[in-house]
T-cell receptor
Framework: DAGVIQSPRHEVTEMGQEVTLRCKPI?????LFWYRQTMMRGLELLIY????????DSGMPEDRFSAKMPNASFSTLKIQPSEPRDSAVYFC???????????????FGEGSWLTVV | KNQVEQSPQSLIILEGKNCTLQCNYTVSPFSNLRWYKQDTGRGPVSLTIMTFSENTKSNGRYTATLDADTKQSSLHITASQLSDSASYICVVSRNTGGFKTIFGAGTRLFVKA
């Protein structure tokens, strides 16, 4: 299996522009997670889906952020409009079971490095 | 307050030496604790997962311990290799109706030849 695939790997955009990050989870995984990682705040869970349905979006920082999962093999994280403080690495991850399930392994993608100038 | 604290913040060791990383948490109710390894520029990779009843879990040269009474975990790396240079992140999950995970800030390990 190719693992969790994210695109783009790197993006530099101007403040105010719309940014769309994409993710293809591992086939057969029922859970998909979006994380953000910064030096200041470390790793943060933004939102997760179960069977394409958003379950908990309490980590989404504000209304400028939105995530969708139209089908089992694709998800997007959108920032509109983007701001410099959104600069971070955004990770997508997937797993067979819920994150709190013991014995469950969560597989991360390689991340999308976003810089907003 | 649910928190995960890791120490040290960074560590430099010589190749071949052992080291131990610490994770203290105040998360409740506790579900499980995970250690991840994150190489520079890559996504985190799971090393171990432990539940309340597990005291030790090994993955090759990595051994994690958990003391649920004192709410402490450690990750011991034996005979370190240059490839062990990475950030090690401790993550604790809460056993709630939904689920919440609390991430530690990580320990940055440098293994030198």
């Amino acid at each position: 299996d190719a693992g969790v695939i994210q695109s783009p790997r790197h993006e530099v955009t101007e403040m105010g522009q719309e940014v769309t990050l994409r993710c293809k989870p591992i086939s057969g995984h029922d859970y998909l997670f979006w994380y953000r990682q910064t030096m200041m705040r470390g790793l943060e869970l933004l939102i997760y889906f179960n069977n394409n349905v958003p379950i908990d979006d309490s980590g989404m920082p504000e209304d400028r952020f939105s995530a969708k999962m139209p089908n089992a093999s694709f998800s997007t994280l959108k920032i509109q409009p983007s701001e410099p403080r959104d600069s971070a690495v955004y990770f997508c991850a997937s797993s067979l079971m819920a994150q709190f399930s013991s014995g469950n392994t969560i597989y991360f993608g390689e991340g999308s490095w976003l810089t907003v100038v | 307050k649910n928190q995960v604290e890791q120490s040290p913040q960074s560590l430099i060791i010589l190749e071949g030496k052992n080291c131990t990383l610490q994770c203290n948490y105040t998360v409740s109710p506790f579900s499980n604790l995970r250690w991840y390894k994150q190489d520079t520029g890559r996504g985190p990779v799971s090393l171990t997962i432990m539940t309340f009843s597990e005291n030790t879990k090994s993955n090759g040269r990595y051994t994690a311990t958990l003391d649920a009474d004192t709410k402490q975990s450690s990750l011991h790396i034996t005979a370190s290799q240059l490839s062990d240079s990475a950030s090690y992140i401790c993550v604790v999950s809460r056993n709630t109706g939904g689920f919440k995970t609390i991430f530690g800030a990580g320990t940055r390990l440098f293994v030198k030849a």
